[in-house]
């Protein structure tokens, strides 16, 4: 099943801020951030997408980031240094002082 436009959209921003992959450790802030503009269907199809570009442990690692993220409150320094990097690379939805 293809990706809607808006899923591909935020995928080709990420993949523009992360060109050598998003480390494990932007996974919660980046999914706590993209939980703020999307829904959970477009965040879980994002997350999808981002596993089956990575390796089996850098895949469960994104599943369970998605779960973490959904009963944990992530870091505000996190969020922001993940929002600037996107901003950096054409994030439309974040700017790099951190306001969305």
Do not use: C
Request: net charge negative.
């Amino acid at each position: 099943m293809p990706l809607p436009s808006f899923v591909n959209s935020i995928l080709s921003w990420l993949r523009a801020g992360y060109p050598e992959g998003v480390p494990p450790t932007d996974y919660i802030p980046l999914f706590a951030l993209l939980g703020t503009q999307v829904g959970n269907e477009e965040m879980h199809a994002i997350a999808d997408e981002l596993a089956s570009d990575s390796d089996p442990q850098s895949a469960a690692t994104i599943k369970k980031a998605i779960t973490d993220v959904m009963s944990v409150e992530p870091n505000e320094g996190d969020v922001a240094r993940v929002r600037a990097r996107l901003a950096a690379g054409g994030w439309p939805l974040a700017k790099p002082d951190g306001t969305s």
